[in-house]
């Protein structure tokens, strides 16, 4: 294919890449919004978290099977239409002031998401020159990254500004007190809408583009079943390092607002704005790893880059004041590699089992839905959110050892069961 005719395709792709990060940055706003609108503990908020990541679970051999069946532009463009769908859904689950309604629309915003990721990453890699997909992949991946900065700052504008006080709720009446909520969560209608709208533009640029085929490399059997493909001994430690890492992350941005509005006193407009920063850091930090591992060895980094995040935990557990705030955005900078990381490392020298291995750590990314409910429960249970922070400490610490050891390839003998790999 030549650069003409698959530039206007490469700059379709990346715009997904975008969208679906501004997605999953809108989370941390609707977290602490949801929280008070319909008097929920930090537990019941981080469902939020377990309806997107659970989808992620689910969805990710549909995804794969649609791609294979199907092609990518099909794919892509079911799950542009699904994340609309689901977007769409916030303005009933608003109607209806349920918070099972949001939920269900979120579950469905990630089945999107999901068959969005497993299509856009490969196509994004294969659109061009062979000798350049690293770059290519990274420079769409930094638009996530531009993602991270921008949904908090113009999420948090857009809903948490149009909320009411815990002073001015608590003189109101029952009945005033129930409406003043309602019409505070009807705040996500216009945001979501405007998603939708845009999700079924981008729909339709893609039914209307012509998207190069992308010729599947040959030479090395296929894979017998999913199974098969965790004899991959260092498979199997990224499957687990993923789940890990996924886990922290979503509990340190999707959390942020609540640790910082206890752990520093600031307000939820402006926790939000830190958010931003935190996305700004990842970003930064995504580059600059880039450009180190040209120098260092991919392993090393990963492995550094936790045992510090380790250091900054404790500190985020422990400390008081502004200085808790810049320790997240400092773990924000120190996560920017892990996630592209830990899957080259964990699909490297797959061969036949490639594309089953590639699902497996797209499966554990439920991490996010099942750490940050841990998360909550410690928050809750010492009446300390700061506490929560040992969650993402252990996940660091299981990245960490992927990055020393984990990473390794090594093939579990046919007769041995998965068990004896880890």
């Known amino acids: 294919m030549t650069k003409n005719t698959s530039l206007f395709p490469f700059i379709l792709i990346t715009s997904l890449f975008f969208l679906w990060g501004f997605a999953h940055n809108l989370d941390p706003i609707l977290i602490p919004h949801l929280k008070k609108s319909f008097t929920l503990t930090t537990v019941e908020a981080t469902l939020v978290d377990s309806a997107v990541f659970i989808a992620y679970f689910l969805m990710a051999l549909p995804a794969g099977f649609i791609m294979k069946k199907y092609g990518y532009k099909t794919g892509i463009i079911t799950g542009l239409l699904i994340f609309a769908f689901g977007s769409y859904l916030f303005i009933p689950a608003a109607n209806t002031q349920q918070y099972a309604f949001f939920l269900v629309a979120l579950f469905i915003i990630a089945c999107g998401l999901t068959i969005l990721e497993t299509a856009a990453n490969p196509y994004a890699s294969s659109l061009g020159d062979p000798a350049t997909s690293t770059q290519r992949l990274n420079f769409a991946q930094s638009f996530n990254g531009l993602a991270t900065t921008l949904a908090p700052v113009i999420g948090g504008r857009i809903i948490l500004t149009k909320g009411y006080t815990t002073s001015q709720l608590s003189v109101m009446t029952e009945q005033g007190r129930k409406l003043a909520l309602a019409a505070e969560a009807s705040s996500v209608k216009v945001p979501y809408f405007i998603l939708g709208s845009v999700l079924v533009i981008i729909a339709i640029l893609f039914a209307f583009t012509r998207l190069p085929r992308i010729q599947q490399h040959e030479g090395h059997a296929a894979s017998k079943n999913i199974f098969h493909a965790l004899k991959h ?57 880039t450009f180190l591992m040209r120098y260092y060895s991919s392993t090393n980094l990963l492995a550094i880059y936790a045992g510090i995040n380790i250091l900054l935990c404790t500190v985020a557990i422990w400390g008081h004041g502004m200085i808790t705030i810049y320790t997240i955005i400092g773990i924000c900078f120190f996560m920017s590699i892990m996630f592209p990381t830990i899957f080259a490392l964990g699909i ?17 990314i439920v991490g996010g839905a099942v750490l940050p409910r841990v998360f909550g429960y410690i928050s809750d249970a010492t009446g300390n959110i700061q506490y929560g922070y040992a969650v993402p400490l252990l996940c660091f610490a299981v990245v960490a050892f992927f990055g020393l050891k984990g990473y390794r390839v090594k093939v579990r003998p046919e007769s041995l069961p998965v068990s004896a790999i880890l």
């Open 233 to 289: 001994r260092h498979l199997a430690w990224g499957v687990a390092a993923q789940f890990f890492y996924v886990g922290a992350q979503v509990c340190v941005f999707s959390l942020f607002i609540l640790y910082a509005t206890k752990a520093a006193g600031l307000s939820e407009v402006k926790a939000a704005d830190y958010v931003g920063l935190c996305g700004l850091a990842f970003l930064i930090g995504r580059f600059i790893g």
């Open 348 to 364: 490297k020298e797959l061969k036949g089992d490639t594309e089953f291995g590639s699902s497996l750590i797209i499966m554990s």
